[in-house]
């Protein structure tokens, strides 16, 4: 019951990040790094190094200066959603 729960909310991130990807004003690298994370999301180890990986990515990328605020602010909440797990 809890594994399914976790998986839909890791999808619903996986989601989250691919929309983003899609968004003509992310710079390529952002991008990059979000392709990144949900791959890692998506990897077959314990969700708690899927997790860990996926938000230090976040995290790293949402520094970048090229970024607008209301992206950065998207970046932000998957990167508490991802606390959350």
Same mark, same amino acid.
């Given at each position: 019951?809890?594994? !399914?729960?976790?998986? @839909? %909310?890791? $999808?619903?991130?996986? @989601?989250?990040? $691919?929309?983003?990807?899609? #968004?003509?004003?992310?710079? =390529?690298?952002? %991008?990059? !790094?979000? @392709?990144?994370?949900?791959?890692?999301?998506? +990897? #077959?180890? +314990?969700?708690?190094? =899927?997790?860990? %990986?996926? !938000?230090?990515?976040?995290?790293?990328?949402?520094? #970048?200066?090229?970024?607008?605020?209301?992206? =950065?602010?998207?970046?932000?909440?998957?990167?508490?959603?991802? +606390? %959350?797990?």
């Amino acid at each position: 019951m809890m594994t !399914k729960m976790i998986n @839909e %909310k890791v $999808a619903n991130m996986v @989601e989250m990040i $691919a929309e983003l990807q899609e #968004d003509s004003t992310i710079p =390529r690298n952002v %991008k990059n !790094k979000l @392709e990144f994370c949900s791959n890692a999301l998506q +990897e #077959d180890i +314990e969700i708690s190094l =899927r997790v860990d %990986k996926a !938000k230090h990515a976040i995290e790293e990328v949402s520094e #970048d200066s090229n970024l607008e605020a209301y992206t =950065r602010t998207q970046l932000w909440n998957i990167a508490s959603e991802l +606390e %959350k797990l």
